[in-house]
């Protein structure tokens, strides 16, 4: 692990990799697409409107498992004091956000015409809204300090602290009454859902995963050479106007 | 025990002496419940049907208010560095800190929440649930904030950061503690979500300490 903890060493490896992570998810997504809207059945019930199934499950998958790799990036960071563990919860939190919202707003536009309402305030709903406040309020911790390292950590513990809701979001469907359906696919006793279905649902879930890596290591590496450029910016100030005393001063002494 | 002890008393001390805090703390709660008859009208029986719900939400909101100056007075004048120095771990610290921001911030709660229902007109059979509720949620409000206010010490704009940070935490606490109230209300039984409510409270007070301890060394350092 502390073989990637190098910045130059990352900077180098993730410049090899992402260029086949970006053709990975361009594949696994069009793929998915395609098998999505044209070649996967139409739901016996739901008709045509059951296709953006092939873009909520898959982003709520997504939003919760990159919440848990924030977590234990954070921990990592926390225990470990690895160099780019803050780096990569850091980074992490935005596309976390960002796939639990459209989680929302997917899940809403398909509850309109199959439940008959916009939002409801059952059990998953309300816990993966709470999610996506944690993770607004991770981003606001994180960016609250004028120190940055002050804040990764301050943020790793509010994240590792927020991993409780996981389990909770996971469970909701089961441990209450919810307009939202049980789990179909990871669930004891394997997948119910109807194979036809089922792959179109895990091209567009891997797709999606190479999607998030591929804009991971980007906003990784925009965040070291951020961190460069300040640096720089930083040593080229201090060349101009020296903060340490100046030769009168040595001198006097 | 005696360390502890000490910090508890340290603090009611301190708290009493600048004595603008709980009366704070209370005067809010009292204000901002009497603001929904203006709101919403004052018919008896909506009020009724809304009673839990305002009662307990501006409970917590009242709790978020004192919550800011838990560790910032201590983190400011440098007596914070001398406390992580005692024998006392720090973790025991938090929970006796916690302890003293609970009797001077959420006892007045409890005792005004029933008063104020007589104003919202809250079921009788509710008064039970209401009090109860609040005497095994107001803890746990502390503890869980004390998580925040420790992640947000010199924090920019660390007041609001902390209520945004804190509030979907305190989620599960108002959603039994409003069930309590309601079953009651409805002739239910309220023994189930006040359960919840104690388990959530005993899941607060083993784990908050230790959150909010590894924040206050991150803050330390």
Redesign the interface.
Known sequence: MFRFANPARFLRLSAALLPWLWLASALLLGAGLVLALFVAPPDYQQGEAVRIMYVHVPAAWMASFVYAVMALASAVG?VWRHALADVAARAAAPLGAGFTLICLVTGSLWGEPMWGTWWVWDARL?SVL?LF??Y??YI??VN???EPT??A??GG??A???VV?LPIIKFSVDWWNTLHQPASVFRLGGPTIAAAMLWPLLVMALGFMAFFAALLLLRMRSALVAARIRALRLMAADAEAPVHPGPALGAAR | MNGFAALVGRDLRLALRQGGDAATVAAFFVLAVILFPFGVGPEPLLLQRIAPGILWVMALLAALLSLERLFLADYEDGSLEALALMTLPLEAQVAAKCLAHWLVSGLPLIVLAPLLALLLHLEAAAYPALVAGLLLGTPALSLVGAIGAALTLGARRGGVLLSLLVLPLYIPVLIFGVAACEAAAQGLAMRPHLLLLAALLVLALALAPFAAAAALRQALE
Do not use: H, P, Q, S
Request: no cysteine; aromatic share 10%.
């Open positions: 926390l309300t709470v406040f944690l607004l309020g606001a911790l609250a300090f004028d002050r804040g950590r301050a513990i509010l590792i602290v927020g809701n």
